[in-house]
């Protein structure tokens, strides 16, 4: 069995196959959205159990607690613990600790973001397999309201995260803000003086929003399924904006003179990363767009598009009747603006043949 120390007297976090747990020796004050004994408690025992694939979807939305109280009978027997539950695996956790003289936090994560998503998106749900679950304890003294705006700077900080990895919701492409089942519990010693501000500029707040930012980054760049690295590919990257290259190659080969397959379209962008940062670009200001984003003083935003584009243009070439022709065609193509005449205008310049 697997052990680390949290902050706080007698606070440890064990892993046991699939159950992670803190297990502290005096009962802590707790307030959480977790599934079993969620809301305000006292307790000694918080878990996160991980679903096996084995044991359904359907099974598990029918009865989620039966399976978190049998989980944690391989830890023991706990009366009154509370219980969260995850298709993400627990041994890719994240342990964050950070103390500020008497005051210190420890943030436990474990993520999957497979259902990442942007709140207030149209969201339909096919099954549930990836959720990012928070454990926050504070060996300090907040007063209870303090204890429930602490929630509220964890869940800041970890949408900060995923916007650090540009995760983004598998519905509609937009920054996720989270995934569609995540949980939190907020846990203090009771320690010290009385803390009444837990926003993200006050001292308690600046710790946990640290711990939870980092913690999350962590674990979610680690996940065995959905992992997302910063570094991951620029093909990636599109595909997570909705922009797969099959998206893209179906749409531009819609236009007379052009046409292209997936797959020679992945090659171009590896072989001309100079056009894979043309195309990237096109995509964020893609995403001002969609927002309304654009500043008025950019002028009009059809023009705007085409003399982007143009930057990549070998010269002259913007004169040239074929692209005059192509860019006539481009109304039956269903892709945003910046991008839609960013690709046009590289293919058009690299691979103009007839179909």
Known sequence: MEQHKLVGKDIKLVLKENVLAVLSSNKLS???????????????????TQVFDDYGDRRLHDDPVLYIIESSKKLGSFDDFVGMVTYASVKDFSLISKRDGDLAVSVVATAGCTHAESAGEEIEVQEIVGTINLIV???????????????????????AALRDLDLRSRYSGDEATGTITDALVTAKTGSGSSIAYGGPASRLGKLIGFCTRKAVRETVSRAQVGGYVSSRSIINRLAERHLSMKKLAEEVSKIKGLYLDAKKLEELLIIKPVFATFLFAAAKLDDDIKKGLIPKDFGNVSLLTRQFSNLYSQPNYADNNS??????????????PFTKQVLITFLSNNILKEK
């Open 137 to 159: 304890i504070i060996d300090g003294n907040p007063t209870e309201s303090c204890l429930t705006s602490t929630m509220i700077t964890a869940t800041e900080a970890k949408t």
């Open 30 to 48: 707790v307030v959480s959205s977790a599934i079993h004994n969620g809301g305000c408690q006292k307790t000694k025992t918080i878990i996160n």
């Open 323 to 336: 692209l005059t022709n192509i860019i006539d065609g481009l109304v039956d193509v269903d892709l945003p």
